[in-house]
């Protein structure tokens, strides 16, 4: 029996560790800061560190940059999220299912403009949070801007599910829909509505993408901020794709011979 013992607990240590080694793993790295601008850094139990690309991102940290500040993060699932600048985005829990997907990815907004572009984790597996919103997602991509008021989303690819804090709860399913949740409830904005112009301000990514990495981008964003004509077509483009929306001068009239 001793002999047995003693043969066989190299085996049932490595059973009873095995657990604690894959909880070790899915506590490791979870995510890399690609590309940083200048004045940015992490916030964790351990103090504050100055970000630099290739810099670890770990669950509990938050991610906070100042007025010039960008910081461009790539998880260990190929989630990838845009931290603007005057921002603030706090890592909750990220919980690796198997290699390169997540079972849990759960992020906490407390202000500022971000974008963000699901992974391989499966869609119940995201979560965001912010002051005064939640957002569910389903394998899309989008912008998202935060303040203590309000929480606004502007869709490009998937759908979105907003929900305030109160409660009250809209989808976003259409390319440019636009969600504002607040303390009253969350409201949808299509295309056609004529509020969602001026909100649509407030996504600096959906006009101005070139301090992205290619991978960040999304392409036609900036349509999503342009008014539609009745026809469903952005006024800077026009039924005819002139821009301005004015269509092109008829062609000359040749005289026409005896």
């Known amino acids: 029996m001793t002999t047995l013992l003693r043969h066989s607990w190299p085996a049932l240590l490595a059973i009873l560790l095995a657990p604690l080694a894959f909880s070790a793993h899915a506590m490791a790295t979870q995510g890399t800061a690609v590309d940083v601008d200048p004045d940015a850094h992490a916030r964790g139990t351990t103090?504050?560190?100055?970000?630099?690309?290739g810099a670890d991102i770990t669950v509990g940290e938050t991610v906070i940059t100042g007025p010039q500040g960008v910081v461009q993060l790539l998880f260990d699932d190929q989630t990838r999220i845009v931290v603007g600048p005057g921002s603030a985005l706090t890592i909750e829990s990220y919980l690796l299912a198997g290699p390169g997907s997540a079972s849990k990815f759960a992020v906490d907004a407390l202000g500022g403009t971000f974008r963000f572009l699901s992974g391989n984790s499966p869609k119940p597996a995201y979560s965001i949070t912010s002051?005064?919103?939640?957002?569910?997602?389903?394998?899309?991509?989008?912008?998202?801007?935060?303040?203590?008021?309000?929480?606004?989303?502007?869709l490009y690819e998937g759908a979105v599910e907003l929900c305030s804090r109160s409660g009250g709860c809209t989808e976003l399913v259409n390319r440019c829909d636009i969600g504002v949740a607040a303390s009253a409830g969350a409201v949808r904005f299509g295309p056609r509505d004529a509020e969602r112009v001026p909100i649509s301000l407030r996504f600096r990514y959906a006009r101005f993408q070139q301090p992205l990495l290619p991978e960040f981008r999304v392409g036609g964003t900036v349509r999503c901020t342009e008014p539609v004509t009745e026809a469903g077509v952005p006024e800077a483009v026009g039924t005819d794709g002139v821009p301005g929306g004015r269509p092109p001068p008829p062609p000359p009239v040749r005289p026409q011979g005896p």
């Not at 504050?48 to 690309?53: E, F």
């Not at 939640?134 to 989303?153: L, N, P």
């Open 131 to 154: 002051p005064t919103a939640t957002i569910a997602i389903r394998g899309t991509k989008f912008d998202f801007d935060v303040d203590r008021s309000e929480t606004r989303v502007m």
């Open 47 to 53: 103090g504050q560190r100055t970000l630099v690309v």
